[in-house]
């Protein structure tokens, strides 16, 4: 794992209704053992940022790529990614993982594209969570311009402090993550009952 991502503490901070785990019966039985797999099985994402797919509740399992989107009509597929388990999505990004390198992509159907965005799943784990905490806990004070300037500061540090360790969730400005930094940095991401959301709308 790149990053040390660790279930007590993140429920310690997000709650244990603020994380979201995949069972491991959910992931095709190639994949159910896989280190991404087990990841999402015992530590979980947050709730908010990333939305995790749900099993169908017929069968118990994530769709595959190819269930979700025409495989064969993605610019730049890698061999094999209509077997690959859908885990959630990001933005209008379906999210995928590859059991064999551990690695999660991006899918877009609108953009009939495919795109590496982490190296593996603790990477994944790790942007949702600096990001969420960010929304929860971030709060403008009296001077909003002010409030402003030191959220853009903390957006470029979660870029920063990730690229550091794994470059793929901030490579350009067009990945999906360099696409919500941009609005958190904005205001535009924060709900009501946040400190930031109350100072943003009232």
């Known amino acids: 794992m790149l990053f040390d991502v ?3 503490e993140l429920a310690a901070e997000f709650g244990e209704d603020g994380l979201v785990t995949l069972p491991a019966s959910a992931f095709p039985a190639s994949s159910a053992s896989c280190v991404g797999a087990r990841l999402l099985g015992t530590v979980g994402v947050p709730v908010g940022t990333v939305m995790v797919r749900e099993p169908d509740q017929g069968t118990g399992r994530l769709p ?14 890698p061999a094999g990614v209509g077997e690959w388990p859908v885990i959630g999505w990001l933005l209008n990004a379906h999210l995928a993982l590859d059991p064999r390198s551990g690695a999660v992509h991006s899918v877009d159907p609108d953009e009939e594209t495919v795109r590496h965005l982490h190296a ?3 990477s994944l784990v790790y942007v949702a969570a600096r990001f969420q905490r960010l929304l929860d806990g971030f709060s403008f004070g009296d001077d909003e311009e002010a409030g402003f300037a030191r959220l853009d500061r903390e957006v470029r540090r979660v870029r920063e402090e990730t690229g550091g360790v794994d470059p793929l969730p901030f490579r350009d400005d067009e990945t999906e993550w360099s696409v919500v930094g941009e609005e958190i940095a904005m205001g535009q991401r924060f709900t009501s009952g946040s400190p930031a959301g109350r100072s943003l709308h009232g």
């Open 120 to 122: 593996d799943v603790s």
């Open 6 to 8: 660790d279930r007590g």
């Open 64 to 77: 595959l790529v190819r269930d979700v989107v025409e495989a064969g009509e993605l610019e730049g597929a």
